[in-house]
T-cell receptor, first 111, second 112 residues
């Protein structure tokens, strides 16, 4: 089983749509979780950390379910500029801040 | 806003040659990392560095790789004898000590 698993997509949605991405992780002892976004041939950029209580940043909402080892990202009112690959990232326990990346989910927002 | 910088943006080299990739982490950060991303694949951890020593390294980071912090600002990754399969995007990242890591724009390494 992959350490971090994501649906590769692509998700093709119109502007204004709501889209949700899911991610599962295999190590139940993982301690921190993040969503990064990556534009084509660019660096990963931190979008948000994911907390057990769930957190929201503007149009973006992240949820964590430790029991199911499941992380989600919801994007409301999609913009053209949201088109990117969204990376689910996990910090395993016992490591020295080594991040484990999923392969990413591609989002294409069209007019 | 402070950011991680990397040079060069693109490096082309012949197989068997040595390359040095350079990074300037965010100034108050204490933890430094190298990751790589082969085209079309996921980002992979190579090495983490703290307090002037390697704190963790992956299986990829074999004897051909080394890291150094030669002064108070630079952080380098050296590949001694490049192979074709070393062709990838190499990202430097830094962290203040919490779990959030911030990435530089990357160096695209092409080995011919």
């Amino acid at each position: 089983r992959k350490e971090v698993e994501q649906d590769p997509g692509p998700f093709n949605v119109p502007e204004g749509a709501t889209v949700a991405f899911n991610c599962t992780y295999s190590n139940s002892a993982s301690q921190s979780f993040f969503w990064y976004r990556q534009d084509c041939r660019k660096e990963p950029k931190l979008l948000m950390s994911v907390y057990s209580s769930g957190n929201e940043d503007g149009r973006f909402t992240a949820q964590l379910n430790r029991a199911s080892q499941y992380i989600s990202l919801l994007i409301r009112d999609s913009k053209l500029s949201d088109s990117a690959t969204y990376l689910c990232v996990v910090l395993p326990s016992g490591g020295y801040n080594k991040l484990i990346f999923g392969a990413g989910t591609r989002l294409a927002v069209h007019p | 806003e402070p950011e991680v910088t990397q040079t060069p943006s693109h490096q082309v080299t012949q197989m068997g040659q040595e390359v040095i990739l350079r990074c300037v982490p965010i100034s108050n950060h204490l933890y430094f990392y190298w990751y790589r991303q082969i085209l079309g694949q996921k980002v992979e951890f190579l090495v983490s560095f703290y307090n002037n020593e390697i704190s963790e390294k992956s299986e990829i980071f074999d004897d051909q790789f080394s890291v150094e912090r030669p002064d108070g600002s630079n952080f380098t990754l050296k590949i001694r004898s490049t192979k074709l399969e070393d062709s990838a995007m190499y990202f430097c990242a830094s962290s203040e000590g919490g779990h959030e890591q911030f990435f530089g724009p990357g160096t695209r390494l092409t080995v011919l």
